[in-house]
């Protein structure tokens, strides 16, 4: 995706307008959400290719990229609403009039000292203007990663089923190995409980040499096991340690990973994300966005 540096917006200059409304608004939201197209890329690269290093067969980066698609697109639906709201008017709205009533100079514009819902509101403080869209594109990227999200479900299956058929042999979807792992676990439980209430001198179904009630459920447990290099595939039974163990690690190391991305972010606009008036210089755009916001009356 093409990044710019401000949308060709300046062109189409409104017609004059009290406040930052309308055009105004829906420019400077545009304008902040095409400067962060970049950063977001690289935080999504950043991401992918630490998952493919999860995977045992490494796919790459752009397999990987595929795996999280559901949180970029569902991000790229909600962007825009998102980062409006919190500029417009979370924080800058309303007339810029001081606590006497009266309007300051540079109010509206070029450079009001008041916050209200201006353009020269806007370039007085974009200091903080910048931090707004920083934490709100975050913010954004950082729900829909969250544990629990339909999104991080679709990536968490994404991945589990990537890492399962990366394995030789293991072709069928992971969650569907998972459950039945789970499922041997248990019905293997359950029989060493019953062998050992079956054994003895007693006289319940157990016991015995074998013969006749003898031959229930604990004296097979005791009998020859079947070679599992004959039993027909289907019959074969997971590794349950094994299988669970590397579901875990699969599941904890995602979790992990899509936990980083306020810091990831935070290395691609090159700040730590403390508010500071030249903080985030790689994510400032402060000369051009400025130029463009007092393109509005």
């Known amino acids: 995706m093409r990044f710019f540096s401000f949308l060709p917006l300046v062109l189409a200059v409104p017609a004059t307008v009290s ?15 095409s400067n962060y197209t970049r950063p977001v890329h690289s935080v999504m690269d950043s991401l992918a290719k630490q998952v493919s290093d999860i995977i045992p067969s490494h796919p790459g980066t752009q397999a990987a990229l595929n795996y999280l698609q559901p949180i970029l697109s ?3 639906k909600q962007a825009y609403q998102g980062m409006e709201k919190a500029i417009f008017p979370n924080f800058f ?9 009266v309007e300051p100079d540079g109010c509206p514009n070029p450079d009001c000292p008041i916050v209200c819902g201006t353009p020269g509101s806007l370039v007085h403080f974009y200091p903080q203007l910048r931090y707004i869209a920083f934490n709100q594109t975050y913010h954004a990227l950082q729900a829909l990663a969250t544990p629990g999200t339909e999104t991080y479900k679709q990536v968490e299956s994404a991945v589990m089923d990537a890492a399962a058929s990366s394995s030789p ?4 979807s992971y969650s569907r190995i998972y459950s039945r792992a789970l499922k041997n676990a248990v019905n293997l439980a359950h029989g060493n409980k019953d062998s050992r209430s079956g054994s003895g001198s007693g006289s319940g179904p157990g016991s015995g040499s074998g013969s006749g009630s003898g031959s229930g459920s ?6 020859r096991p079947q070679d599992a290099s004959k039993a027909p595939p289907s019959k074969m039974l997971v590794p ?58």
């Open 93 to 101: 709205h309303g007339k810029c009039l001081d606590s006497q009533g």
């Open 240 to 297: 349950v340690p094994m299988v669970i163990k590397r579901a875990q690690n699969v599941k904890a190391q995602l979790k992990s990973i899509l936990a980083e991305i306020r810091s990831l972010m935070e290395q691609a606009c090159g700040g730590s994300g403390a508010e500071e008036t030249n903080g985030l210089p790689g994510c400032s755009w402060e000369a051009p966005m400025k130029e463009y916001i007092l393109t509005f009356p």
């Open 74 to 76: 569902a991000y790229q």
């Open 218 to 223: 604990g004296s097979r447990l005791d009998s």
């Open 19 to 33: 406040a930052c409304e309308g055009d105004c608004m829906v420019g400077i939201t545009n304008a902040f959400l």
């Open 169 to 172: 042999g293991e072709r069928r």
